[in-house]
């Protein structure tokens, strides 16, 4: 391990062959760091967390934040969610920031700044952008990619080899409130296999894009797209 200048190491925390530590890396209690690992300056491991061989964090990524409720957040949080797991030769992003209970494949790719909620899923391949972000309870499926700035809301699912363009946004409530119950899963968007959405498109709660779909830049998607269509418009429609 080479170990740089005020790196601190948690208790029970293992460390593999061949690893590379920047400056002010903060590993928390019991966190495992396979072979091949590279730490930048200033990466934050929290306690638990769990690196596979070859994983590469960029400086100032903090990985395994709790989450924390205040004001007018209206989804519950989870108490002791499980540790960020991020498999073989990922990786991580400068200032991205990934919260607890993610678990985060194989040769993932995470762009800068990025932030992803917690209880997400990410699988083998898939690219986020920068300054992407996903909510609480998303999965995004093998080979997909978010572009830079996108947003995928709660409880979405992203299946295989969907392209979610630039500055896409799925949102989460129709009604805009500041109280009371949580939207639910009934709110996540279904991006379907293969489907493709451009640059600047907004997706509303519990809308379907259908597999092979393909949806316009500049689309505003207020129900679910059939699967093969193409739409565009305000509001989007089949072309």
Known sequence: MDNKVGVTLGENASIGEDCTFGHNVVIGDNCVIGNGVTLHHNVV??????LDDGVEVFDNAVIGRPPRTAGYLMHKITENLAPVHIGPNSIVGAGVVIYAGNEIAN???IGDNAALREEGVIE???VLGRFANTSHHTVIKRR???MDYSFVN???TVEEYVFIGANVISTSGRDMRLTGPEVGPAGGVHFKKGCKIASSVTV???VTIGENAVVAAGA????DVADGAVVMGVPAKAR
């Open 107 to 109: 040769n993932v790719l």
């Open 144 to 146: 997909s990619k978010v």
């Open 45 to 50: 491991l929290y306690d638990g967390t769990r």
């Open 124 to 126: 083998e391949y898939v």
């Open 154 to 156: 709660a409880h979405s």
């Open 204 to 206: 509303l709660p519990g």
């Open 220 to 223: 505003v998607v207020t129900k």
